[in-house]
């Protein structure tokens, strides 16, 4: 059988899974999600002993041990995986709600409710606890899902799929509602990406690359996952305490999460300053600085000569790099104005933040920063399922359409119209 | 200049006006679409002559008599237009709504409010009422467009556009707001598919040739408007009177609509009773019935002999085409189930309808029937945006994300994130 042959049998079983899930009651979804939490945690030997041979080949291939990190699991980490679906199971039931509903004068009767989107495939890189992640919130949504995950957690992510295929035969489900690509072979992409009548979605996570090949072969709507290039912009008027301790925050607590800080854009007139109190405080931490020629010229000798390894002039480029890690952009600016211009140019539109005592720069920057998350005073390490309090995440969409910024279980579905009469025609 | 940079330089010029319109307030917005209306009432000397410019050639063409007349503008369809303008500014402005808002625990507000998606390229055939229509409506959402209209249409598209920017300019709005493709090169629809950086989303109207053209370059999202195969299910429990009119009205009052009528599921136990009464009254008005062999042998010969000429075997291939034409394709089943199982096969997830009094019934096929629109009772004709109420109507998605069904002002929006704080970080 050619992997085209493969796929479609993969996909046509898919779209048969999505229509006996999208007439499931929450109950009977919830009971196949606690069977998969059960199913796991049973399996955890196989699971752990399939990580452990994921590790082995990343060793031998010499992965950095970032990615061995992010590749292990543990027992502890096993368990929160289980903690997750159970969390996933007592969610609210994102299908079936009533969006709206109204009536002509004709006594036509219209609802708008909820429904599954139908089949979705999800392509990621590395971590394999995406691989229960994306089922489950897919399965609470009344999708099916096509998974095809990194070649490097090819054997974990076999091991977690199975477990949840027993789960799911268990409890009486077609194994087709989570399935796994079984090939590393980088040619099933773009086939998947073809594959318009049986996938209704692809969700891309991962680099650059990945990314730039699903939207260029994709038929089906793409939600992509694309870098974080966020901002921070430090008002004349901002409160300079406050300020350090949000960029600090922002770019120090995880500097390898998308929403973290690349970019400080400091008015020119309090640059000095807080490269004097925030500058210090960050350097002192380990982040480089890479700073416009205008703003080197205000770095105080004695920062200079300290921390004369961290401090550096910026590239052009460097306004365009999300870094992921411990280095940060900063040049100065005239006003909020040029600020904005500022991200509008260089930014991702995902997460960027002003930072100000002043309401109304505060609500001009609000309005008129063109991105998923615009924060006052707060950190844009928020930016995050959990943290906006959805309960969990499939991933952060840096498109416009359909889903913007954190994607919980309502992103996940569609709509329908449902129109009641008594026998109405059309004049 | 070649067709790529030409097209790249109304992209990035639609790019800039879209941020310029994204910081309107309603009374600008509404005030430049009043200059319009009164624009193309006073351009309507130079807009008339131009249609007459595409008849004659469409007649030199031999264009089919419908085609001609969809392309045709009267002093009547151009008053049709300018109401529609004034019906838009009417409207509410759907941007700067707030569709969501909470707060944590920490004090950290969020608010979900809509904004615009930014430029929006249209692309059409032949009518050219959709290039005001289309224009206007996603100046009221706040978006720039970029149009790109059927060749036929040409002369008549380029005097409107040029009305509407004249319009544009009088209220000083940059005229790249509103932009028709200057040229019917074909060659230009595969380029703007590829223009992700300067184009949101991609709307395709017209036949299928054009939208598999567009689903196969475009790189960003596609809001298809594909087929409406649509059916009626007769149950056992229809009040057949009721399934009479509503058949009638579905097939019969606007055949080349897409949400008109194509199949007709009859319960066999029905079959004999529609055949005699409704089928009567349809091979009266000229409609030619296809039907299952099955169906076939139930027809009375009183009606085989009438209507020799309307009454036909149908074939498979029927059972899956838009007809846009008095034809209808018929079978019996013998169930609410089979009827279902039919229209997920066949239909093409547009408008599909059962009659029945038994409320159980016609529950489990409008939870079954994975359309945008399903009816219980009433005729499929009312799947239009004006008839859901919208106002107006930019399209009817037939895909099942961002938008589906009738689409209005509300569907050419996307949301962002504002979050106010005082100094949170994550933890």
Same mark, same amino acid.
């Given at each position: 059988m050619s992997l085209t042959t493969q796929l479609h049998v993969l996909g046509q079983a898919a779209r048969e899974a999505a229509r006996f899930l999208a007439g499931l009651s929450t109950e009977e979804k919830n009971r196949a999600l606690l069977a998969m939490a059960d199913q796991i945690l049973a399996s955890q030997e196989e699971i752990l002993a399939a990580n452990e041979e994921d590790l082995k080949v990343g060793r031998e291939k010499n992965l950095s041990a970032p990615l061995l990190d992010r590749l292990t699991l543990t027992p502890a980490r096993l368990q929160g995986i289980i903690a997750s679906i159970h969390q996933a199971a007592f969610l609210p039931d994102p299908i079936g709600k009533i969006l709206a509903e109204w009536k002509r004068e004709d006594g036509l009767a219209f609802q708008k409710m909820s429904v599954p989107l139908g089949v979705i495939g999800i392509i990621y890189e590395s971590r394999p606890n995406v691989t229960v992640d994306a089922a489950i919130l897919c399965l609470k949504a009344g999708n099916a899902c096509l998974l095809r995950g990194g070649s490097e957690a090819f054997h974990t992510n076999t091991a977690l799929a199975t477990s949840l295929q027993l789960a799911l035969k268990a409890t009486h489900f077609? $194994? &087709?509602?989570i399935q796994l690509v079984p090939t590393t072979d980088r040619a099933a992409i773009p086939i998947l990406c073809e594959m318009e009548e049986h996938l209704d979605c692809i969700i891309p996570r991962g680099g650059k690359a990945l990314i730039e090949t699903v939207v260029r072969h994709a038929r089906m709507p793409v939600i992509k996952h694309n870098d974080g290039i966020c901002a921070a912009y430090i008002d004349q008027e901002a409160n300079l305490k406050m300020a350090s301790e949000l960029v600090f925050n922002a770019k120090?607590?995880?500097?390898? &999460?998308?929403? &973290?800080? $690349?970019t400080v854009l400091l008015h020119e007139k309090i640059a000095t300053e807080f490269l004097k109190t925030a500058g210090k405080k960050l350097l002192q931490e380990g982040v480089e600085l890479r700073c416009s020629s205008e703003l080197l010229a205000l770095v105080p000798d004695s920062l200079r000569k300290e921390f004369s390894q961290q401090i550096k002039k910026a590239s052009k480029e460097d306004f365009r790099t999300e870094f992921l890690a411990l280095t940060l952009a900063l040049k100065t600016v005239a006003s909020v104005e040029e600020a904005i211009d500022h991200i509008t140019g260089h930014g991702s539109h995902h997460s960027d933040l002003i930072v100000t005592e002043n309401q109304q720069t505060a609500e001009q920057f609000l309005r008129e920063v063109d991105s998923a998350t615009v924060y006052w005073n707060a950190s844009t390490r928020f930016t995050d399922g959990g943290e906006f309090g959805f309960g969990a995440e499939i991933g952060i969409s840096t498109g416009k359409f359909h889903a913007r910024g954190p994607m919980g279980l309502a992103e996940l579905t569609s709509y329908k119209y449902l129109i009641r009469g008594h026998g109405q025609i059309r004049k």
């Amino acid at each position: 059988m050619s992997l085209t042959t493969q796929l479609h049998v993969l996909g046509q079983a898919a779209r048969e899974a999505a229509r006996f899930l999208a007439g499931l009651s929450t109950e009977e979804k919830n009971r196949a999600l606690l069977a998969m939490a059960d199913q796991i945690l049973a399996s955890q030997e196989e699971i752990l002993a399939a990580n452990e041979e994921d590790l082995k080949v990343g060793r031998e291939k010499n992965l950095s041990a970032p990615l061995l990190d992010r590749l292990t699991l543990t027992p502890a980490r096993l368990q929160g995986i289980i903690a997750s679906i159970h969390q996933a199971a007592f969610l609210p039931d994102p299908i079936g709600k009533i969006l709206a509903e109204w009536k002509r004068e004709d006594g036509l009767a219209f609802q708008k409710m909820s429904v599954p989107l139908g089949v979705i495939g999800i392509i990621y890189e590395s971590r394999p606890n995406v691989t229960v992640d994306a089922a489950i919130l897919c399965l609470k949504a009344g999708n099916a899902c096509l998974l095809r995950g990194g070649s490097e957690a090819f054997h974990t992510n076999t091991a977690l799929a199975t477990s949840l295929q027993l789960a799911l035969k268990a409890t009486h489900f077609p $194994e &087709a509602c989570i399935q796994l690509v079984p090939t590393t072979d980088r040619a099933a992409i773009p086939i998947l990406c073809e594959m318009e009548e049986h996938l209704d979605c692809i969700i891309p996570r991962g680099g650059k690359a990945l990314i730039e090949t699903v939207v260029r072969h994709a038929r089906m709507p793409v939600i992509k996952h694309n870098d974080g290039i966020c901002a921070a912009y430090i008002d004349q008027e901002a409160n300079l305490k406050m300020a350090s301790e949000l960029v600090f925050n922002a770019k120090h607590q995880r500097p390898s &999460a998308c929403n &973290a800080l $690349e970019t400080v854009l400091l008015h020119e007139k309090i640059a000095t300053e807080f490269l004097k109190t925030a500058g210090k405080k960050l350097l002192q931490e380990g982040v480089e600085l890479r700073c416009s020629s205008e703003l080197l010229a205000l770095v105080p000798d004695s920062l200079r000569k300290e921390f004369s390894q961290q401090i550096k002039k910026a590239s052009k480029e460097d306004f365009r790099t999300e870094f992921l890690a411990l280095t940060l952009a900063l040049k100065t600016v005239a006003s909020v104005e040029e600020a904005i211009d500022h991200i509008t140019g260089h930014g991702s539109h995902h997460s960027d933040l002003i930072v100000t005592e002043n309401q109304q720069t505060a609500e001009q920057f609000l309005r008129e920063v063109d991105s998923a998350t615009v924060y006052w005073n707060a950190s844009t390490r928020f930016t995050d399922g959990g943290e906006f309090g959805f309960g969990a995440e499939i991933g952060i969409s840096t498109g416009k359409f359909h889903a913007r910024g954190p994607m919980g279980l309502a992103e996940l579905t569609s709509y329908k119209y449902l129109i009641r009469g008594h026998g109405q025609i059309r004049k």
